[in-house]
């Protein structure tokens, strides 16, 4: 969706609600499909002084496979956005300004590059998450497996097994 915002620009003291939702499910991320839920955008567009600002809270709902375990888990995320919005940058570019030429805001493709940034580097089920045996496969949150905690290297078993003999025997 495209929001003209000229009304806005041209008007001191004005502003604009924006409440919309966008469906972004179709967006692959890391191989899964993380955003089944549609993504929220909550806010105003005001001008002060002239200064056109934009302030909003952006929810969404990462759902993907643990990264340890592998079980389906949710995560709330909530994106907090302060820009000043400007028809054309002038002076120094930075990031806590949002161009929009025309005076139109595309709100599909700005909640888009917002969400891209924020989703998380790391989803883990619980902050221990202890993860999958490599060896049998169960899920090491449920309790401890039958495998043998440290591996013998098969080509010291042989010696392991002398020393052992010699504990007996001495
Ligand atoms: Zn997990
Ligand atoms: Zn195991």
Redesign the pocket.
Known sequence: MIIDLKRIFVNENSSLDIEYSLDLSSVEFAGVYPLKKSVNINGTVSNKASLVRLEAVITYEYDA???????D?QRKQTVKVDKSLAAAIEGEDSDTILLVPDMKLDIDEFIYSEVIVSLPMKH???DD????CPKCGK?L?DGKCDCPEKEIDPRFSALAELLNNNELST
């Open positions: 496979p643990c990264d340890r375990c592998g079980i888990t883990l089920c619980k998450c202890k993860g999958i899920n949150n």
